[in-house]
């Protein structure tokens, strides 16, 4: 048998030694912790990006390391097209191996912003528009503006959000947030729709909605919610006006002062349900999933009046003279009989 020339043998070893070295120099590479110009260092990956211009977006962002390495590994890896667009936060000892992967899974930095049941839109815009971590792109929109944009049904907003915590990516819009809202919101009321009694005195899915936004604003106790929507579908019923304090402020606006007067209550306005009969144009703040179950599976009672006591639960009354009764007892400064007592 004939034996390789040792030319051949030389280079055989030559290429193999090569390839050793060259992956140890990889390995080495791939597991070694690149320098960073802060720590911890925040950088985004645009949305499209691939993996040339995901690596630029990452040098430019102050992680040092030569482009063509990380690409290198990366294809190497099989991961070139596997990239994830949106914000990353790293810190000191970030080797490239563990960037490849955390970019490849898409460990994007997250943020939370809560809606709280009871808010009006315009608190809610205000939540938006202080959140460091939200593109602001509604922040000069007018609320129909803002409505339209969201293809919305309703160019009036009150009440047409689900109020809940919202996770998401650092960078995102506050119209993505609103819209993820809205549809919780369409979600919520068309499920609770489904739930309602037959006997329900409302005639339409927005109706429960405005009357679960009064019921939200009334309750101080979670266990009342039924009690408060039932006194208010009765009194629906019977057509009598629902006489619902939190309207009435809300109507006020920016003029309430914190004391709702007897004159507040005389003057006619749309969200006035001492002077007008049936429900507010639209909603008055934001009803969690509570006041709408409630509002469409309100208690079978008799009862058409309440009044708040001062320890957050309220007094449940038939008929009027029971109820001025009630109101001389828990509301000793001489005001006038009300069907009920703002939310505290």
């Known amino acids: 048998m004939r034996r390789p020339p040792t030319r051949l043998l030389l280079f055989a070893l030559a290429g193999l030694l090569t390839a050793l070295a060259i992956s140890a120099w990889l390995a080495w590479f791939a597991l070694h912790p690149v320098e960073l110009a802060t720590s911890p260092l ?9 993996l040339r211009s995901a690596t630029r977006q990452m040098i430019e962002a102050g992680i040092r390391m030569r482009d063509w390495q990380f ?24 080797t490239p191996w563990q960037l490849l992967n955390k970019i490849t899974r898409g460990d994007v930095v997250l943020s939370q912003i809560v809606f709280i049941e009871g ?44 109020p809940d915590t ?6 995102e819009s506050d119209l993505a947030i609103l819209a993820r809202a809205h549809r919780a919101m369409k979600k919520e009321l068309q499920s609770a729709w489904q739930q309602r009694d037959p006997e329900l005195a409302l005639a339409a899915p927005y109706e429960a909605l405005i009357l679960a936004s009064i019921v939200e604003k009334e309750t101080g106790q979670p266990a009342e919610r039924p009690l408060i929507a039932g006194v208010f ?57 509570a006041s709408l179950l409630a509002t469409v599976r309100p208690a079978k009672t008799g009862e058409l009046y309440f009044v708040a006591r001062g320890d957050g639960t309220s007094q449940f009354s ?21 069907t009920a007592a703002p939310k505290p």
Do not use: C
């Open 42 to 50: 925040d950088f985004s990956i645009r949305r499209g990006s691939g």
């Open 71 to 94: 690409n290198l590994i990366a294809r190497l890896a099989s991961k070139e097209t596997g990239i994830k667009a949106g914000s990353y936060q790293v810190e000191q000892g970030l």
């Open 119 to 162: 808010w009006t839109f315009r608190q809610m815009r205000a939540e938006l528009d202080a959140h460091p971590a939200l593109r602001h792109l509604s922040t000069e929109l007018s609320d129909p503006e803002v409505m339209r944009r969201l293809d919305a049904d309703r160019l009036v907003p009150e009440g047409l959000f689900f």
């Open 166 to 171: 919202y996770v998401f990516g650092k960078g």
């Open 233 to 289: 579908i009765n009194r629906l019923r019977a057509g009598m006006k629902l006489q619902a304090d939190p309207s009435v402020i809300y109507g006020l606006g920016d003029k309430f002062d914190g004391n709702l007067r007897k004159h507040d209550l005389m003057t006619d306005g749309p969200f006035n349900t001492y002077t007008r009969a049936g429900l507010p144009p639209h909603p008055i703040a934001m009803p969690g999933r």
């Open 318 to 338: 038939h008929s009027l003279k029971e109820h001025n009764r009630a109101v001389d007892k828990h509301q000793k400064r001489g005001a006038e009989s009300s």
